[in-house]
Structure formats: structure tokens, C-alpha cells
């Protein structure tokens, strides 16, 4: 059992050690684009910086209503860059869903925008696009810093949030021993992000 302790690395930290080794390597795929971790490095870290810039603090929750593809592994990401923890907002979620995780993760910022939320005042941030001309500092993150919140079905009752650090995400992922990966395997991110499987999936 993993002892909490603030000196665990993070994902960003994993991530920029990945980036040093192997930044030439293709780290996604979608729809005939190819990015590189290099690549995918600077696009997480121009989403970051703009997240910061417009007030996201670390600690906080970001919902993540963009696209299925790039921009929503790249928002993951950034979102834990920017210091805060991302939030699944699904655009087939019933609007009172929606409003009820909204409110309970006080979220005020969403990479990506449909109608739904935009009525709810949340302030949508595109995931495309440049850093700002002033970068802000990224904050630090460690083992104990939030990564996510996934809400449960709400078949019981009321849907709730399960919040999860990055050091939970790191013991699933790294060196795993229920399945062998190599640096020529392939894994197929088909869960939807809302689906707690997607964690495995996406890291």
C-alpha cells in the first residue's frame, strides 16, 4: 500500500520524464493526425497556461465537454498542468445532471462548449489555440494533488463525485502486472471518459 506522502511524483512529472526520453515518439493518433509526446507536450502546455491565465487554480475542477479525440486527451492533461482536476461533462448527460455536477464540483471553467452548459454561466475555454503572449507559471503537482472526479450512475440515489489523485492513476499504469507494454504497443482509448475504465485506456 502506497503511503501518502507529498514527495510521490505526479503524472505531470511521469509525463515530462516521458517527454525527455522519448519526445520523438508518437504518443496519439486520431483520424490520420500523428503528434509526437514533444508535440503533445507544447499543445498541453499552451491549453495549461490559458486555463491558468483565465483563473483556474490548482486544486480546483475543470469540466472536460470538448470533442472525443485530441482535444480531449490533450484537455486531461492540461487540466493536471494548470494544477486543477478534470471533470467529465458528456453532452448525452441529462441537463439536471449536468447542473447537479456543476454545482457540487463548483466548476467554473470547461474545456470545450455545448448549449447545455453554457446556459449553466461556465465560462468555456476552446482547446485549440496558442499560449497566451505572457505565459503564466504552471504550478507544481504531486502524488497527493487531485487528477479527477468521476461521478458514480446515481442508481441509488443522487449521482456522487469519487475524487482520485495521481498517485491512484500511477499505481494502475506503471509497470502493471496484469498485462506486458511495450514502446511498439498500441492502446485503442474507446471508453467513454466518463467511464472510470477510460483512466487505463488514456494514461
Not at 472526479?149 to 496484469?178: C, E, W
Request: glycine share 8%; hydrophobic share 45%.
Amino acid at each position: 500500500m502506497l503511503m501518502k506522502s507529498p514527495a510521490l511524483p505526479s503524472i505531470t512529472e511521469a509525463f515530462r520524464q516521458v517527454v525527455v526520453e522519448h519526445g520523438e515518439r508518437a504518443a496519439l493518433s486520431f483520424g490520420g493526425e500523428v503528434l509526437s509526446y514533444a508535440a503533445f507536450d507544447q499543445r498541453t502546455d499552451a491549453l495549461a497556461a490559458r486555463l491558468v491565465a483565465a483563473g483556474v487554480t490548482p486544486g480546483s475542477c475543470v469540466g472536460i465537454a470538448a470533442r472525443p479525440g485530441l482535444d480531449t486527451i490533450t484537455a486531461t492533461l492540461a487540466i493536471l498542468k494548470a494544477g486543477a482536476g478534470y471533470v467529465p461533462l458528456p453532452e448525452s448527460y441529462p441537463v439536471d445532471r449536468l447542473d447537479h455536477i456543476r454545482t457540487e464540483a463548483e466548476i467554473s471553467f470547461v474545456v470545450g462548449r455545448f448549449e447545455a452548459l453554457e446556459a449553466m454561466g461556465v465560462v468555456a475555454i476552446d482547446p485549440e489555440g496558442p499560449a497566451p503572449a505572457d505565459p503564466p507559471a504552471l504550478p507544481e503537482t504531486d502524488g497527493e494533488s487531485l487528477a479527477y472526479v468521476m461521478y458514480t450512475s446515481g442508481s441509488t440515489g443522487t449521482p456522487k463525485g469519487v475524487a482520485v489523485p495521481h498517485r491512484a492513476i500511477l499505481r494502475l499504469v506503471q509497470n502493471p502486472d496484469f498485462m506486458e507494454l511495450g514502446p511498439e504497443e498500441r492502446i485503442l482509448q474507446n471508453s467513454p471518459i466518463a467511464f472510470d475504465a477510460a483512466t487505463l485506456e488514456i494514461w
